[in-house]
């Protein structure tokens, strides 16, 4: 889905007019009118009201072009257990279970995120373990910073 269908349809089922959708907006009618034709995307500043206002992630906004990922825990990442941070907003980087309130829920080496993480794999555990020891180092939390 593009932008313009994922919007026309988060403010029909908001039941806001095109009107009442500018006005929380602070932007004009023709603005709106002219992201539901395709002609135009909304600032990135707009992106994020419109975030809030909707209850979704920029990224749903703009029709899912990224494959989230926690980087803590490598869990794929929609909507439903994105994190948030202080103010509400969706943290696109981690799942709700990793972090919240502007911080790790579990402060911990990665040979213990893969503890946490491995009862909910699915398959032989020897496996689950090879794999997250493989994709935990690539994901922001445990990159080492050099320099």
């Known amino acids: 889905m593009e932008f313009k269908d994922v919007f026309t349809d988060l403010r029909k089922k908001a039941g806001l007019s ?3 959708a500018a006005e929380k907006l602070f932007v004009t009618r023709q603005a709106v009118s002219r992201w539901e034709r395709g002609e135009t995307v909304p600032e990135v500043e707009t992106l994020q009201t ?13 029709g899912e072009p990224r494959t989230l990922v926690c980087q803590s825990c490598g869990m ?25 309130n502007g911080d790790f829920y579990a402060h911990c080496t990665m040979e213990e995120m893969i503890e946490i993480c491995l009862p909910h794999m699915p398959g032989d555990k020897e496996t689950a373990k090879a794999y997250l020891s493989d994709l935990l180092p690539t994901l922001d939390r445990w990159k080492k910073k050099d320099a």
Do not use: H, M
């Not at 794929?76 to 919240?100: H, M, T, V």
């Open 76 to 100: 794929p990442l929609n909507d439903e257990i994105l994190a948030r941070d202080q103010d509400g907003s969706f943290n696109e980087g981690y799942c709700k279970w990793c972090w919240g």
């Open 18 to 20: 095109q009107n009442e």
């Open 50 to 62: 419109l975030s809030k206002l909707f209850g979704v992630s920029i990224n749903t906004l703009l």
